[in-house]
């Protein structure tokens, strides 16, 4: 258990600084699909993009990531149902402006 402890703790600092967190309430406001990308508009946008964007886009989701399918059904529900994203995670590094979009890891859907 210890070791177990140990290794996860030496894990953590690294995704820590792998992934860019921002908390304060925003909505789906539009989800573009193409053949080589997903995209997603926030209202307002990420701090992240500085305010800029990627023709009206500030993030993307990853078409290699396993946990793809999820992440569009729960954006396509936040969209539907009109739900709050509280918090979301990006890849830092990343930026928005034409061509360039943040890589969307993860999110929180909140509640009314």
Known sequence: ?????????????????????????????????????????????????????????????????ENKDELISALLAAYAAKLKVAHIWYEEGGSCGPGSTLKLTAFELKQE
């Open 1 to 65: 258990m210890k070791t177990l402890i140990v290794v996860i703790g030496l894990f953590l600092p690294f995704y820590a600084y792998s992934a860019t967190y921002e908390g304060g309430e925003r909505t789906v406001s539009s989800i573009r699909f193409s053949e080589d990308y997903i995209k997603i508009r926030f209202s307002p946008a990420p701090q992240g993009c500085e305010g800029n964007d990627d023709y009206r886009m500030h993030v993307h989701i990853d078409q290699n990531a």
